[in-house]
């Protein structure tokens, strides 16, 4: 069926849509559970606040349906935040498909500023499909929380600490990156990621 873009109340769904159509490809947004269920591939973008999302994902049956999915689904931003264990923002519980917590930058071990906003640099610790020659590429983010470095990581950047900048387990695939605005090299993740 395609590709979906989930919907719900921390999505940044335009930049993604303009994203995957300066590439040939149009997908749906939605919330509803059948439509997500059958789409070929999923992307679950995000900006945004991580106990408010988690609510809404709930309300919306939506977070035992993300963990459920057997295709390829991406997290993006606030997405690889909540497919985590546990987020410091707003102290929440979130869906647990990566094994590891979300914390917050802490400003007065380097006095750089929060958020981490701007390109920095990957480091592709476990070169894979989606980030197949990406080592020292630059990329986007926009973002006050981070995943700790942890079994699941593929790629990191470096910003107060080291943090993971992608992650990979099963069919689950994330950055904490925005690939929609990070140019020619966000596009190509995004082409690798619709190609698995």
């Not at 979130?94 to 930058?105: E, H, K, P, T």
Request: net charge negative; with cysteine; aromatic share 10%.
């Amino acid at each position: 069926m395609g590709v979906a873009i989930i919907k719900y109340n921390a999505g940044n769904n335009f930049s993604v849509i303009c994203a995957l159509k300066r590439i040939g490809v149009e997908a749906i947004v939605t919330d509803d559970p059948i439509k997500i269920a059958e789409a070929d591939k999923v992307i679950f973008p995000g900006v945004g606040e991580a106990a408010s999302a988690m609510a809404y994902l709930r309300q919306h049956n939506l977070d035992r349906l993300i963990k459920s999915l057997h295709q390829p689904v991406l997290g993006i931003c606030i997405g690889q935040q909540l497919m985590c264990r546990h987020s410091m923002e707003g102290d929440v519980d979130c869906l647990g498909i990566f094994d590891a917590d979300v914390l917050r930058f802490n400003p007065a071990m380097s006095g750089l500023k929060v958020p981490h906003m701007g390109w920095n640099t990957l480091h592709v610790t476990h070169p894979g499909i989606i980030t197949s020659d990406m080592e020292n590429e630059y990329v986007y983010y926009v973002h006050s929380y981070y995943v700790p470095v942890n079994n699941a990581t593929i790629a990191t950047t470096e910003y107060i600490d080291q943090f993971s900048a992608a992650m990979h387990k099963d069919n689950f695939y994330s950055t904490q990156f925005h690939p929609e605005k990070s140019g020619g090299i966000g596009e190509r993740i995004l082409k690798n990621f619709l190609e698995l």
